[in-house]
């Protein structure tokens, strides 16, 4: 062992130099930040008010061509996130977007994952997935898996606003954030996809519970995921009627998740969709989580409790729960339904081992579990 002379902290901060210059750094320098006793979160609770954006989504409409604006998409941006890389979670992009009556946005593909929630149109705005064009209704959920050509646009009389949620972020984290545009077909170079599978398709094909017709194609694109597309909202809501007086989830209230028909789990590898019904009066137990989500109000309003403060949300609203914050829902009102749908990062936590889950009990003592995804 060499032998110390002179001054120690000098002697250190010469190894620290020397470390630099050799584009490496002593651990002990950085244990607390690599190994936190909670995840260090950057992000915070945030509520989106719609009544705020919607005069300005429809002026962006009037002022903005769509050849200026690819996708005219307004991207929320969590007051926490990193200003070099905007997003609304840390593993998610949201975006109220608006299509003018008329408006045909040219096909592209990308390697993350997407979707659209409707919020406004007259039914004759649409997303052609892989060939199949898919006209959305209020609180319809459209799903472009990664790897698949898509195309927007609107043959309504009516502006269409969609709120959209991506994992671009998770593709940037993994250096894989991939787009194309050169759609053809048969050679030729096309400003939209051909309809060969007409609209509500895979509804049909893999719409109904523990039925699969035996010819129906289940691959789409480059995609491995769910073979199908588009949900329909009185669907998701007739079963949230059908269920409404069972107990429910103690966190969540009565809440349903999209699933691949495929497998039985989440529509996307990165991201799980929930619809969930708050009761007239309702007030969920209180937990927190790992993965991230992204709330949009569909009906009524309510309040989230977000590490103890009250953040209040009406329709069309967004909102989020960063990682691991406490949260519970409430719904005051006596005679209303609160509806809230719900985008979360769980599957991506849980394939990678990620998920971790703390649960308040009626008793306020505090539970911990992992494995199983929540919103
Ligand atoms: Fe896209
Ligand atoms: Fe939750």
């Not at 799980?272 to 992204?294: A, C, D, K, W, Y």
Request: hydrophobic share 35%; aromatic share 10%.
């Amino acid at each position: 062992m060499n032998e110390v002379v002179g001054n120690i902290e000098q002697e250190r901060q010469d190894v620290y130099n020397a470390l630099v210059g050799l584009d490496a750094f002593g651990f002990w320098l950085v244990q607390a930040d690599m190994e936190p006793a909670e995840p260090p979160v950057r992000e915070k609770p945030h509520v989106w008010r719609f009544a705020e954006f919607e005069p300005l989504l429809h002026r962006a409409a009037e002022i903005v061509p769509h050849e200026l604006a690819d996708r005219r998409g307004i991207i929320l941006r969590n007051p926490g996130c990193d200003p070099t890389r905007p997003s609304t979670t840390n593993t998610q992009y949201c975006a109220y977007s608006i299509y003018n009556p008329g408006e045909v946005f040219t096909p592209h593909i990308h390697s993350a994952a997407a979707s659209r929630m409707l919020l406004e149109s007259d039914g004759k705005g649409y997303t052609n997935v892989e060939g199949e064009k898919c006209y959305l209704e209020r609180g319809d959920l459209i799903i472009t898996p990664g790897g698949t050509w898509h195309d927007h646009g609107n043959e309504g009389n009516e502006p269409m606003i969609w709120v959209d949620m991506l994992d671009i972020p998770v593709s940037i984290l993994f250096n894989a954030a991939k787009f194309g545009w050169d759609y053809k077909e048969n050679g030729v170079k096309m400003d939209r996809q051909s309809t060969t599978r007409s609209h509500l398709y895979s509804k049909r094909h893999f719409g109904v519970g523990g039925i699969r017709p035996r010819f129906a194609q289940t691959r789409l694109g480059n995609d491995t995921g769910s073979p199908q597309l588009h949900w329909k909202y009185e669907d998701v809501r007739s079963v949230l009627d059908a269920t409404r007086d069972e107990t429910g989830d103690p966190y969540d209230g009565i809440i349903v998740d999209y699933v691949n028909v495929m497998d039985g789990g989440p529509v996307q590898k990165t991201q799980n969709f929930s619809m969930q019904l708050i009761r007239p009066g309702e007030h969920t137990l209180s937990h927190r989580h790992t993965n991230s989500t992204v709330y949009v109000c569909i009906e009524g309003s309510g309040a989230t409790i977000i590490n103890g403060k009250k953040y209040d949300w009406t329709e069309n609203d967004v909102f989020c729960v960063p990682s691991y914050h406490w949260h519970e829902h409430v719904n005051a009102n006596a005679k209303e339904d609160a509806v809230i749908y719900s985008v979360s990062d769980a599957p991506a936590l849980e394939k990678l081992g990620l998920f971790w889950e703390e649960r308040k009990t009626s008793s306020g003592s505090i539970v911990t579990s992992g494995n199983t995804i929540s919103s």
